[in-house]
């Protein structure tokens, strides 16, 4: 599905940096649609997408090394505001004839800047600035046209602007938290330089959305694998909205669930939305085909293979009961996904996902895609989720999994394992919830450890499995901290899951950060 129309854009171009996302995200909070691309995008492609201003993003390289990444000059000729943060502002100062060397005193961290508030990007705010910097290069010459507008301690030059034609320069990165007020600098690009207004809501991209899915889908049916998680809920949940009982969800219980989550997910979707929906019972076949598997990356090839083969068998069926209609496969990608396949750093972590978003399908299949969330980020797939009246529950819930309890038990699958584990983590999760805990982490979970020891219960010798507790603190799955939660609470779960589930005797609480260690065990 082509992107929605949007009368107002900001486009970013992304030379590598860290925070190329972050930028995009904190143009989206001010209300702006922002889509990133390649850096080598030419300036006629740029002009053609019509955005109302442009961002040069930052990046590892510098700009006077023989292989760094270059812009089209071009784009300054197109009568745009442009915005380059830290490597951005040295192509500019590069690109429109100034001079760039490496500097003898680098700025890494926090510094202070001293800003000209007659500057439209320093509007409403003070004349100095806490900022964060990440550069060893400088700005000796400026270009014909430009001024200095800001300085730090070791920079002369740490903002420069052509004001008669909308260019400015930042040596800082304004997207960090680290730089308190830097989102307010965005603000007034996008809003006083640039002139867009705060079109992009929530509501606004489901009224756009909905028109475009009925465009692409017209009369015909469309397929969504749904497993529960925030991404394929909200999709389901939009697609109905849009097409109604055109749309068909296939749910595949695999047997590696969550306790009830089978029956939740039929419960919520089938029975409160009046979704169409079709489940799949292949516990069974899964676990064949897991049997005596103990290596983590085999456990995740298995299971996503085995999904593509059921969920195919699922989908040809319908296909076969009414070849005409049903022509499309919706998926849940979101925009970091669609981000990935253009960055210059080529990130294999596009290849992880795969079998979540059932990759591979639509080629064989001979589907034509729907992808409704491509243009979201998390957050504001969240948001959606909220506009369309889903419950806090499941546009909160925490991430779990594709290949779901099956990298949470260390070594072999069992039946009796799962058992084990399902039991286990169920009280972790109602124990979270109970105290107010559950939304104030990213993930809380239980690992059924391949460890037996001994304990006495009931003045009886036991030789039972440990349950490791897995809690951990995150913005976005990248790092994670573990959580210090109150010790009555650790002792509540623990106490819990020694009396209520047969087959485990101990518990110990992981106190890993990531990294080293990962949030899943497996």
Known sequence: M?????????????????????????????????????????????????????????????????????????????????????????????????????????EYGPGHLKADRSCALFHKLPASLEVWNSHG??????????????????????????????????????????????????????????????SWTMGSFIERTCEDIRNQVGDAKVI?????GVDSSVAAVLLHKAIGDNLTCIFVDNGLLRAGEADAVKKLFAGEFRIRMQTVHAADQFLKKLKGVTDPERKRKIIGNEFIKVFEAAARDLKKSDPGHYRFLAQGTLYPDVIESVSISGNPAALIKSHHNVGGLPERMKFELVEPLRQLFKDEVRNVGAE???????????????????????????????????????????????????????????????????????????????????????????????VRVPYDLLAKISSRIINEVNGANRVCYDISTKPPATIEWE
């Open 388 to 482: 369309l009246g889903l419950s806090k529950e499941i546009i909160h819930r925490q991430p779990f999994p594709g290949p779901g309890l099956a990298v949470r038990i260390l070594g072999d699958i069992t039946a009796e394992r799962l058992r084990i584990v399902r039991e286990a983590d169920s009280i972790v999760l109602e124990e979270m919830k109970a105290s107010g805990w559950y939304y104030k982490v990213w993930q809380s979970f239980a690992v059924l450890l391949p460890v037996r020891s001994v304990g006495v219960m009931g003045d009886e010798r036991t030789y039972e499995y440990t349950i490791a507790l897995r809690i951990v603190t995150s913005h976005d799955g990248m790092t994670a901290d573990w």
């Open 2 to 106: 082509s992107a929605a129309p949007v009368s107002e854009k900001i486009l970013i171009l992304d030379f590598g940096s860290q925070y190329t996302q972050v930028i995009a995200r904190r143009i989206r909070e001010c209300g702006v649609y922002s889509e990133i691309v390649p850096f080598h995008t030419k300036a006629s492609a740029i002009a053609k997408l019509k955005p109302s201003g442009i961002i040069l993003s930052g990046g590892p390289a510098s700009v006077y090394a023989k292989k760094a990444p270059q812009v089209d000059t071009k784009i300054y000729s197109l009568g745009l505001p442009v915005l380059g943060i830290c490597y951005g502002m040295q192509l500019i100062a590069h690109g429109l004839g100034g001079k760039v060397e490496r500097s003898t005193e680098r």
């Open 137 to 198: 290069d400088k700005i000796t010459k400026l270009p014909t046209g430009f001024k200095p507008l800001g300085k730090t301690e070791n920079s002369p030059h740490a903002v420069i602007g052509d004001t008669k034609r909308h260019i400015y320069g930042l040596q800082f990165h304004p997207e960090v938290v680290h730089t308190p007020r830097g989102g307010e600098i965005l603000a007034n690009f996008v809003h006083r330089i640039c002139g867009c207004k705060s």
């Open 224 to 228: 969504l694998g749904l497993s529960g």
